[in-house]
């Protein structure tokens, strides 16, 4: 089946330093890919929406300047949590969708992000 | 998008057969269902997905009655290892974001 690649699995930083995740497509190619957060005993919320070749579509409440989100080729999108701070600790997970069926995403393994 | 109604949590025992409904009464033609399992600090993994009726593969079958209001993620004669959070989810084609509900927190015991 298809598979996502996230790195890296695991990062603990100083607060104000910045973090880059990275989500490659393995053996797809992926025009969207989704980013999700999840705080502990929580469901997976939806962060953003990056699209290949554009601008990312940020969703209700999410800060697009703290979350940059470049999806810079068909297979690899990076979100860089800025300036992060203890709150912005969570669980990360991206996902594609491959193309040409019915909506059915494949997850990457998540990045769990702690900061200090 | 659809919004999805599942049971917060169920229990179960090894060798049992699992049985979790979600119910989405506003899904639309084009939608389908899919189920996803979650262990702890890993991303979700696909499970199972259909339109209608019945469809079946080798971890779970799916349920879907021909109102397709509700569906139903069979899951049989479980183990410790399908301890996890189940979610349902209903989108259609084309790049529809995903939105995911509370999800079950199954707990099997031994």
């Known amino acids: 089946g298809a598979v996502v690649s996230q790195h890296p699995s695991r990062v603990i930083c100083k607060s104000g330093t910045s973090v880059k995740i990275e989500c490659r497509s393995l053996d797809f190619q992926a025009t969207t890919m989704f980013w999700y957060r999840q705080f502990p005993k929580q469901s997976l919320m939806l962060m953003a929406t990056?699209?290949?070749?554009?601008?990312?579509?940020?969703e209700q409440g999410v800060e697009k300047d703290k979350f940059l989100i470049n999806h810079a080729s068909l297979t690899l999108s990076t979100l860089t949590v800025t300036s992060a701070h203890p709150e912005d600790s969570s669980f990360y997970i991206c996902?594609?969708?491959?193309?040409?069926?019915?909506?059915?995403?494949?997850f990457g393994s998540g990045t769990q992000l702690s900061v200090l | 998008l659809a919004k999805t109604t599942q049971p917060i949590s169920m229990d179960s025992y090894e060798g049992q057969e699992v049985n979790i409904t979600c119910s989405h009464n506003n899904i639309a033609t084009n939608d389908y269902i899919t189920w996803y399992q979650q262990f702890p600090s890993q991303g979700p993994r696909f499970i199972i997905q259909g339109y209608k009726t019945k469809v079946t593969n080798e971890v779970a079958s799916l349920f879907i009655p021909a109102d397709r209001k509700s569906s139903t993620l069979s899951l049989p004669r479980v183990s410790l290892s399908d301890t996890a959070v189940y979610y349902c989810?209903?989108?259609?084609?084309?790049?529809?974001?995903?939105?995911f509900g509370a999800g079950t927190i199954l707990r099997v015991k031994s």
């Open positions: 996902s594609a969708p491959p193309q040409g069926g019915p909506e059915k995403l494949f």
């Open positions: 990056s699209n290949e070749g554009s601008k990312a579509t940020y």
């Open positions: 989810l209903v989108a259609g084609r084309g790049g529809n974001k995903l939105v």
